[in-house]
């Protein structure tokens, strides 16, 4: 192993051991709290531009499965073809794997996919670091020899690499439309209900494959689009808007689209989920703003506004709704029950609906699946 160290914005030092690609990089240092599912998160769009911190100090012992795609097309294990994050920060990489699905190693995956690997950190200051400043840019550096001495970040990281300057969504959303059939295998019960499937709408902001797996499980053919194509000149009986990385004020565009959507006298159902959420909102009329440190986990909490149900949900997101900028005619939805942030949003009349957390997990806990069939049923 190569040395090569982690070095924060505001010039902390992390010496550690290359275990991935020897290369340098940079991007926006965050960190995750769940125990597994590294090969579902690397493979997330919506860490792209990040350099993700894995809390959980044992990483790499069950390998990494598959990568390739199914015959759907989408991937068989992973939530997109490739891996989105900037490079992977761990405490204890283990190069011993064992796993009944597993077909090669992490560090070989991490090598072919030219993305850096740092291990020997200690990932538990890292994190107190990022929760007490707030997320910061940093930068990975091999070198020979690592010194912890105070750097000027300055001169380490282009300008042009500030996390919030730039369009993630444009740079991991589909270039062309694309359309998932489902077989009547997938739901035979639902293909005895409708005559004719019911056709959704999805506006890739960076999709996670496993939200269009639960889509055409349920019998919906699903239309997916690039970010700013304009979907409301197809025909379609709902509209889905997915997850994605970065801020959602740089994707007006999309936000356009939505708001003729919502205007338009012919109401159709809308689901949102994570940055779906945050562009639902603000095509509303809401705003956003961006969190300390985010919610990447498998345990956040959040309750139903106006119940006493909650539940575990997964989370990967740095922005958040300002519920107290939403229009009249909209509530919310769901509430996280550690900051109090918005988690979800509602028409109060309209079949609108979103989600800031992951219904569809992959990975994690699987509690909010259900709101995908409330979605199927507003599609009538």
């Given amino acids: 192993m190569r040395q090569a160290r982690l070095i924060l914005e505001d010039g902390t030092t992390f010496?550690?051991?290359s275990f991935g690609f020897d290369g340098n990089t940079s991007g926006e240092v965050v960190f995750?709290?769940?125990?597994?599912?590294?090969?579902?998160?690397?493979?997330?769009p919506s860490y792209a531009g990040?350099?993700?911190?894995?809390?959980?100090?044992?990483?790499?012992?069950y390998g990494v499965p598959d990568t390739g795609n199914g015959a759907d097309g989408l991937p068989l294990f992973m939530e997109s073809d490739r891996i989105h994050a900037k490079a992977l920060v761990v405490a204890d990489y283990s190069e011993t794997y064992s796993h009944w699905n597993a077909k090669e190693s992490l560090a070989s995956w991490l090598k072919r996919e030219q993305v850096p690997g740092i291990t020997g950190i200690d990932t538990r200051r890292l994190t107190k670091v990022l929760r007490e400043h707030g997320v910061m840019m940093g930068r990975?550096?091999?070198?020979?020899?690592?010194?912890?001495?105070?750097?000027?970040?300055?001169?380490?990281?282009?300008?042009?690499?500030?996390?919030?300057?730039?369009?993630?969504?444009?740079k991991v959303s589909c270039k062309e439309v694309i359309t998932y059939k489902p077989t009547a295998a997938a739901n035979s019960t639902l293909y005895t209900l409708y005559s004719t499937l019911p056709r959704v709408v999805l506006v890739d902001?960076?999709?996670k494959a496993n939200i269009i797996r639960c889509l055409i499980r349920r019998g919906i053919e699903v239309v997916r689009v690039p970010w700013d194509y304009d979907f409301n000149e197809l025909e379609f009986d709902g509209l889905f808007l997915a997850n994605g990385p970065g801020d959602p004020e740089r994707c007006e565009k999309t936000v356009a689209h939505i708001r003729t959507f919502l205007?338009?006298?012919?109401?159709?159902?809308?689901?949102?989920?994570?940055?779906?959420?945050?562009?639902?909102?603000?095509?509303?009329?809401?705003?956003?703003?961006?969190?300390?440190?985010?919610?990447?986990?498998?345990?956040?909490?959040?309750?139903?506004?106006?119940?006493?149900?909650?539940?575990?949900?997964?989370?990967?997101?740095?922005?958040?709704?300002?519920?107290?900028?939403?229009?009249?005619?909209?509530?919310?939805?769901?509430?996280?029950?550690?900051?109090?942030?918005?988690?979800?949003?509602?028409?109060?009349?309209?079949?609108?609906?979103?989600?800031?957390?992951?219904?569809?997990?992959?990975?994690?806990?699987?509690?909010?699946?259900?709101?995908?069939?409330?979605?199927?049923?507003?599609?009538?």
């Fill in 15 to 17: 010496c550690g051991w």
């Fill in 32 to 44: 995750n709290t769940a125990m597994s599912g590294y090969p579902e998160s690397l493979t997330d």
């Fill in 50 to 61: 990040q350099i993700l911190v894995t809390t959980f100090p044992l990483i790499g012992n």
């Fill in 140 to 170: 990975i550096e091999m070198s020979g020899e690592c010194r912890v001495e105070s750097v000027e970040f300055a001169t380490a990281l282009p300008e042009k690499e500030d996390y919030g300057s730039i369009n993630w969504v444009e």
């Fill in 205 to 207: 902001c960076g999709v």
């Fill in 263 to 380: 205007n338009n006298p012919e109401v159709k159902p809308c689901m949102g989920i994570c940055l779906g959420n945050q562009l639902l909102a603000r095509a509303a009329g809401a705003t956003t703003y961006k969190l300390k440190y985010g919610h990447r986990s498998h345990n956040q909490p959040v309750q139903q506004v106006g119940t006493t149900r909650c539940f575990i949900t997964s989370q990967n997101h740095g922005y958040a709704v300002d519920d107290k900028t939403l229009p009249a005619d909209w509530e919310p939805l769901f509430v996280n029950m550690n900051d109090g942030s918005n988690e979800g949003i509602r028409h109060k009349r309209n079949p609108w609906m979103s989600a800031q957390f992951h219904p569809e997990a992959c990975s994690g806990p699987v509690d909010t699946e259900f709101l995908f069939d409330e979605f199927v049923k507003m599609l009538g």
